[in-house]
């Protein structure tokens, strides 16, 4: 399967704990994006990323959130202290490069807080 | 501040129908626009739209775009229960896409 990968599927934490989100992009594509989307909510934007270079993360918050793509293995988002409020989907997308403005999604990770 | 307003928020059709999903932007610097289509997952990408008044097509879906009147229409012609899902709009910004809160769409057989 060639397509944008990402586990675990579903993941439940206790408020406090860390979650740790895994993405690995298409085939080919060396641009990773991650969106959160919240029940009844579009899809939001939190950060882009090249391999080892963090390009934008005006939508990451400030505090808790952080987010790496080693030159080698998958994207990570890393969220720390969890608390309900980071109970959402959260997608990553991948594209070829620049001026490649198609962004491919993969399957999300529900995160729930309890 | 860029915007992407979707209409309906929600629609129920009956197979065989026809239904238009309406998709209206304000952005400061236009690249391009996307149409996704979300069942349970992941979105899935249907169409990039960047120059006004050309028509893309794939089977029974098509979307057009107005640059000047600021919108796009998504059409679905003889709708299947399969159909359902939320149908997303996007604009291309600098780095990420910028979505719309989508059209939830039910088709009825």
């Known amino acids: 399967n060639a397509g944008v990968m990402q586990n675990p599927r579903h993941l439940v934490r206790r408020r406090g704990q860390e979650a740790r989100l895994r993405c690995s992009p298409m085939k080919g594509h060396s641009h990773v994006y991650w969106y959160r989307q919240l029940p009844e909510e579009g899809l939001k934007f939190m950060v882009y990323?090249?391999?080892?270079?963090?390009?934008?993360e005006s939508g990451m918050p400030k505090e808790r959130f952080s987010a790496e793509f080693p030159k080698e293995g998958p994207s990570i988002l890393r969220i720390q202290q969890v608390v309900r409020g980071d109970s959402a989907a959260y997608f990553c997308a991948s594209s070829a490069g620049v001026g490649s403005y198609e962004q491919y999604f993969g399957p999300g990770t529900r995160l729930t807080v309890t | 501040e860029d915007k992407v307003v979707q209409s309906p928020l929600s629609l129920v059709v009956h197979e065989g129908d026809t239904v238009t999903l309406n998709c209206s932007y304000e952005v400061t610097n236009f690249r391009s626009l996307l149409w996704y289509k979300q069942e349970k997952k992941a979105p899935t990408f249907l169409f990039m739209l960047?120059?006004?008044?050309i028509e893309k097509k794939s089977g029974r879906l098509s979307s057009i775009l107005d640059k000047k009147e600021l919108f796009s229409i998504l059409n679905i012609t003889a709708t299947q229960t399969g159909d359902s899902a939320i149908y997303l709009c996007a604009l291309t910004g600098a780095n990420n896409l910028f979505f719309g809160t989508g059209t939830r769409l039910t088709v009825i057989p």
């Open positions: 960047t120059s006004s008044g």
């Open positions: 990323l090249q391999k080892e270079n963090i390009i934008d």
